[in-house]
């Protein structure tokens, strides 16, 4: 791929990865429809530090109160029941399944998993996953009141986002509504859950590029442009979907991701675009 097109996929990494509709699963549609190469999972996930860097800004402060009250919890028991306390154990519970799964399936992920067949099944499968749990989760908890069990429930629905197509925010949102969470109570701890996962996996793969031991097919400068844009986009993003969700339901990703998921198998099934 040339600059213009790092770019243009880095612009859609930032605008995709927040919002329930599946950042890898568009970052194989639009190669696949504008006649590019795949950009290869490697290249995808070191995009992805620019969305989380997006992250780590926006919840700077959230960030640093978990961090310092689960640090002293582990000195002073009274500081236990505190909710950033708390936060600290939700998130490394929740993001060791997708560590185990990731690891495990590491091979099929960059491969097999990563048909089109399959992006344009699970966007629409879990696309009504999305509108059943929007639509018949009961809303009447806030972020205040996650315990232990909807954190390690939460991480499972997010190793599910190994799968492209599916979206780790998708999943992980949905999770949260058949739980009962506020719509932006789930968003907010989808956005937190991703931080640990994506910032490994991406610094793991750009480890591997910089050592030579991982083939990313891309200049370094492509790269690094890609992941600027992501990094810009996806913080604009992450301040939209917060304002939007607070008043409004997810079914406009829900009729997205169908008509995109039902457009690409259209699209393989009549051989216009190749796997």
Request: glycine share 10%; hydrophobic share 55%.
């Amino acid at each position: 791929m040339d600059l213009l097109q790092s770019i243009i996929l880095g612009l859609l990494q930032g605008l995709t990865e927040f919002l329930p509709i599946s950042s890898s699963g568009h970052i194989l549609i639009v190669p696949a429809l504008l006649g590019w190469d795949d950009p290869g999972a490697a290249f995808t996930a070191v995009i992805q530090l620019g969305t989380e860097a997006a992250v780590l800004l926006y919840f700077r402060k959230d960030l640093w109160n978990i961090a310092v009250t689960w640090t002293s919890s582990l000195f002073r028991p009274e500081l236990r029941a505190d909710l950033n306390a708390r936060m600290g154990w939700y998130l490394i519970a929740a993001t060791i399944p997708i560590g185990i799964l990731g690891l495990t399936f590491e091979n099929q992920i960059e491969t097999a998993a990563r048909s089109l067949w399959i992006v344009g099944t699970m966007l629409i499968v879990f696309g009504i996953v999305l509108g059943i749990a929007d639509r018949y989760g009961s809303r009447d908890r806030d972020i205040g009141e996650l315990s232990f069990r909807d954190g390690v429930l939460i991480g499972f629905a997010q190793s599910l986002a190994l799968i492209p197509g599916v979206s780790r925010s998708g999943a992980t949102i949905s999770a949260g509504l058949f739980l009962g969470l506020e719509r932006a109570a789930a968003a907010r701890f989808s956005f937190l859950l991703a931080i640990p996962a994506v910032v490994i996996s991406g610094f793991f793969q750009l480890y591997g590029i910089l050592s030579g031991e991982e083939a990313v097919g891309e200049p370094l400068l492509n790269i690094a442009a890609a992941t600027l844009v992501a990094f810009i986009s996806g913080y604009l993003v992450i301040a939209w979907l917060l304002r939007y969700v607070s008043t409004h339901s997810y079914s406009i990703f829900v009729g997205y991701r169908i008509v995109v998921g039902s457009g690409v198998l259209i699209l393989l099934s009549a051989g216009l675009i190749g796997n």
